[in-house]
């Protein structure tokens, strides 16, 4: 017990006494970060309409850099099948630099739907494409009809 009580106090002792030898760290460096680009927020909304009836394909809210290219996809894949077939809507682009208030877009949309056939051995999608080049007005809502049934509203912000 006298060894262990001896003990604690020596080292109580060291604990107390500065060591003039050892060397202190330099500080940590400090960190920055900034953002040198332009970030929008890009929103879209695809859009059948069908006589009184209107479907909505997508709506996605996409955040960007300016002059750097963004995807967005939301569909799948049919199983059971080689090479694979992909259904849904995907979102290829970029978005420009500001000049004023107005910012070039430039979009490529594909829209793919699952073929229902008649014999279920055989398996088929139908895409339509299209790629859009544009100024948008920043936050303003353009409408654009791309086809008879098909629309697409687009915003920056």
């Not at 002059?67 to 080689?82: D, K, L």
Request: aromatic content about 6%; overall charge positive; some cysteine.
């Amino acid at each position: 017990m006298r060894r262990l009580i001896l003990a604690l106090s020596i080292a109580c002792l060291l604990a107390s006494i500065p060591l003039a030898f050892a060397q202190q760290l330099p500080p940590a460096p400090q960190s920055t970060f900034h953002v040198t680009a332009n970030t929008y927020t890009l929103t879209l909304k695809l859009i059948e309409k069908h006589g009184n009836e209107t479907k909505t394909l997508v709506s996605p809210t996409i955040t960007a850099i300016a002059e750097r290219p963004f995807a967005f996809v939301a569909g799948g894949e049919i199983p059971n099948v080689s090479p694979t077939l992909t259904y849904g809507t995907s979102i290829n682009g970029t978005i420009g630099k500001r000049v004023a208030t107005r910012i070039p877009v430039v979009l490529a949309v594909s829209i793919g739907d699952v073929l229902k056939m008649v014999d279920p051995s055989i398996k088929g999608t139908k895409a339509r494409s299209i790629d859009l080049r544009m100024d948008l007005e920043y936050s303003t809502t353009k409408t654009i009809q791309i086809d008879d049934v098909t629309w697409c509203e687009i915003r920056i912000d």
